[in-house]
Nanobody, 123 residues
Framework: QVQLVESGGGLVQAGGSLRLSCAASGNIITINAMGWYRQPPGKQRELVAAITSRSVYANNTYHADSVKGRFTISRDNAQNTAYLQMNSLKPEDTAVYYC?????????????WGQGTQVTVSS
């Protein structure tokens, strides 16, 4: 089992930046991908960004169209930590952000989740 601990959420004005961190521990040999989801109030959870590691999939990234050019996912494999750098934040980015970990084969399959961290962007 993999445990995920997120940090870095908070309140920021529109146009500002935040960086989220997600530290993985436990049976990390079972994962080769980490990602960030978000769930705005009253809406479904959506995949924001994801990154792979190891072998032929090393450092492949995905970013949702809504965040391309503003958000960047990265990973420190030595520290088993994933980051989400969020720039040019908009009020519509307000959501609870969840870290996820799992396996990438032909698609992302996330089965471990963090507790979530609130990001609020004021206009």
């Amino acid at each position: 089992q993999v445990q995920l601990v997120e940090s870095g959420g908070g309140l920021v004005q529109a146009g500002g930046s935040l960086r989220l961190s997600c530290a993985a521990s436990g049976n990390i040999i079972t994962i080769n991908a980490m990602g960030w989801y978000r769930q705005p109030p009253g809406k479904q959870r959506e995949l924001v960004a994801a990154i792979t590691s190891r072998s032929v999939y090393a450092n492949n990234t995905y970013h949702a169209d809504s965040v391309k050019g503003r958000f960047t996912i990265s990973r420190d494999n030595a520290q088993n930590t994933a980051y989400l750098q969020m720039n040019s934040l908009k009020p519509e980015d307000t959501a609870v952000y969840y870290c996820a970990a799992g396996w990438y084969g032909v698609a992302y399959d996330f089965d471990s989740w963090g507790q979530g961290t609130q990001v609020t962007v004021s206009s």
